[in-house]
């Protein structure tokens, strides 16, 4: 997953609209502080099935099996735990060949 361009990530929750927005700006700020450039969508669990990213970050109950979608799915429990995503994120970047 060694990128040389913007990395897509998807934030996803039920209807895509509320805890998915929520996720969105919390993961914005976690790329960020580790120098990620990434494009975050929000968008609901039914079309993101239809999507392609390279990050899938959401509730256990919308992330499992969504591995097609994306190479790398993030299950979160917090969506306000910016620190808890960071290290996520780095960890599963870091595995798949991406600095972070």
């Known amino acids: 997953?060694?990128?040389?361009?913007?990395?897509?990530?998807?934030?996803?929750?039920?209807?895509?609209?509320?805890?998915?927005?929520?996720?969105?700006?919390?993961a914005e700020d976690a790329l960020r502080g580790l120098g990620v450039d990434a494009r975050v969508e929000n968008t609901d669990l039914s079309t993101a099935r239809g999507m392609s990213a390279d990050v899938i970050v959401g509730p256990g109950m919308h992330t499992a099996g969504m591995e097609g979608p994306a190479p790398v799915?993030?299950?979160?429990?917090?969506?306000?735990?910016?620190?808890g995503l960071q290290e996520q994120l780095r960890e599963r970047l870091t595995e798949?060949?991406?600095?972070a």
Do not use: N
């Open 1 to 26: 997953m060694a990128l040389d361009r913007t990395l897509e990530v998807l934030a996803v929750c039920g209807v895509g609209m509320g805890s998915s927005l929520m996720l969105k700006m919390t």
């Open 73 to 83: 799915v993030i299950t979160v429990s917090d969506f306000l735990d910016k620190d």
């Open 96 to 99: 798949q060949g991406r600095p």
